[in-house]
């Protein structure tokens, strides 16, 4: 049996006043289901899904005829359900990007042209932001002496900003966009990659070969650290092993970067590990402290996980513990 709502009963469900349901019923947006033999007004559910798809749609923008054209397709009720969560998901993509703004301009003093710049970054497409990030490596890379699939990988280090992003992802995309076309961001990074690859040894990382044995050397490391993340004592068999082949890997990357083996010096170097003597070294590298932040947004945007010093140090005191049991 069909259920029937009064038109005040119907102002409560959907937030309208009872003027605009009448206003929409003479309108012929949306007509009552029927009249009682005084003349009420009465909905029913299907009436009812229409008002509020209409509330909807008038808070979106759309005229009153956009909302007759919608209405007239004759959905059923499942499929105005699924119109109305496609214009609430829309609507919530365009809540998140103001809020992402907004936050943003309320940490930094932000000027009216800026926050033109906001909504613009937030409202790109995918193609826009790949622009924006392709510009940036050209421009830092250009005239850089290395081979070129170290500067594709370079390139492939870019955000993908999911169809439904968190305001976290929004906020380090706008500082993301907003880095990578600052000209003193891009002098820095320009100059301190020509520095890094200024001798015949750092060019060789770049070859297809060595960053295959850097990858090679991510993984063991990734595998230490699941093994000290997990509670491996570094005194046991396995992190003797892990650590073992740390070592060697270690020793074959520097001999093919340097021509000279030499394993017992690298494990000497690897044995005297000091955290905070390596945080200095890192400090003191402005490139490396440039990328890190590059890197570290990228990984918000994209949902990966982020560097974390703090874990890989902890990773690389563990090895080095083992190492000299």
Known sequence: MTEFYAIGDVARRTGLTVSAIRYYADEGVVAPSEHTDGGFRRYDVQAIAKLELVRTLRELGAGLEEIRRILGEQLALPELAETHLDLVERQLG?????????????????????????????????????????????????????????????????????????????????ELADIVQDEEFRTKMRDRLHAGFSTDQARRLTTPEMMARVEKRRDLFLEAQAAQQAGVPADSPQAKDIAERMAADTAEFAAAITGEHDAAATRRRMMAYDRDESA????????????????????????TPKPDPDRAAATQEWIAKALNQ
């Open 280 to 303: 200095k070294v890192l400090s003191r590298l402005t490139g490396v402290t440039m990328l890190s932040r590059y890197l570290t947004l990228v990984a918000t945007i994209n949902g």
């Open 94 to 174: 365009q809540l998140r990007a103001r809020r992402a703004v907004l936050r943003t301009i309320v940490r930094q003093r932000t000027t009216k042209e800026q926050v033109s710049l906001m909504h613009k970054l937030v409202s790109m497409s995918d193609d826009d932001r790949d622009r924006i990030i392709d510009e940036f490596w050209d421009a830092v890379t250009e005239g850089l002496d290395v081979h070129p699939t170290y500067v594709e990988r370079l390139h492939q280090m870019r955000p993908h900003l999911p169809e439904a992003p968190e305001t976290e992802q929004l906020e380090a995309w706008i």
